[in-house]
């Protein structure tokens, strides 16, 4: 047999005057709070992962993004002319011992010059990439042989200038 309910009575909670009774009320409002705190939290994670994100994509413009051409010594990669101004040019640099020239394919088409030397490097690079600059339309990115931009340049690769040793030390 059924009881019937009575008036300000539903599920089990007291109505008074037809509005949820104050424990209703004190749920209803931790379930909202917990609600609005499991949104702050999925924010914030969308927030980190998108942050991440930009700092990656940052990270990796800082890096140069080596595509390289089919065959990456051909002489059309390599003109002559860039060649032969930057052997001249390097021979008179002391402390160069050799440099690796790779043109870059990918959204912008670069020379990348890698540079193995003794000096300060941050004059040399500057005054090759200079000497490169007067030869060539493209753009001129300068590195050192160890940095991890070369070393895809560097190995397999002959230099297309390297220092001339005399002497039974050297």
Sequence with gaps: RQVPRQQGQQDGKVLVGGAPSL??????????????????????????????????????????KIQQTVNPVSAAEKPQ?????????????????????????????????AVECDDDRA??????????GTYTDLAVKVVDVASDSAKDLVSGEKPFYEKKRFGLFS
């Design 123 to 132: 004059a040399v690079f500057a005054a090759i990439k200079a000497e490169a």
């Design 23 to 64: 424990s209703s009320q004190v749920d209803m409002a931790m379930n909202n709070l917990k609600k609005e705190k499991e949104m702050e939290a999925y924010i914030r994670a969308a927030k980190e992962t998108e942050a991440r994100k930009a700092a990656e994509a940052e990270e990796s413009e800082d890096k140069p």
């Design 81 to 113: 002319e860039l060649i032969d101004a930057l052997s001249r040019y390097l021979k008179k640099q002391k402390g160069v011992k050799r440099a690796y020239l790779q043109l870059m394919l990918g959204e912008q088409p670069h020379y990348l010059i």
